[in-house]
């Protein structure tokens, strides 16, 4: 589609040169489409968000608990990806504990 629009857009340019001007090697891409500072998002960068089913048989009117429990895990759920792209990844530094002068197996 977007070399059609290139043809297109160009009509007495070689192919070579449409080339040349819109797809550019970046990274480990050999054909990436951009126009100086611009760049074309692949679907492949962006990234998958699985969402958690609603249980069906649960009413908003009667069962609000459930709901409101639902929204502060998705609320916790957000902070947690926010914070991750913020500090990278959040982990515990490991520990060793030795006893007696004994080392762990």
Known sequence: MLWHWAKRR??????????DKYWH???H????????????KLLSDIKIVRHTRLKLDMNPY????YFI????KQ???????LAKSVWGNITKPETKTIT????PN
């Open 10 to 19: 160009h009509p007495e340019k070689s192919n070579k040169w449409i080339a």
């Open 75 to 81: 609320e916790i759920k957000k902070l947690k990806s």
């Open 62 to 65: 009667i069962d609000e608990n």
């Open 29 to 40: 891409r050999k054909w990436m489409f951009s126009e100086g500072d611009k760049k074309l």
């Open 69 to 72: 429990l639902r929204k502060i």
């Open 100 to 103: 007696n002068n004994c080392c």
């Open 25 to 27: 090697p970046e990274g």
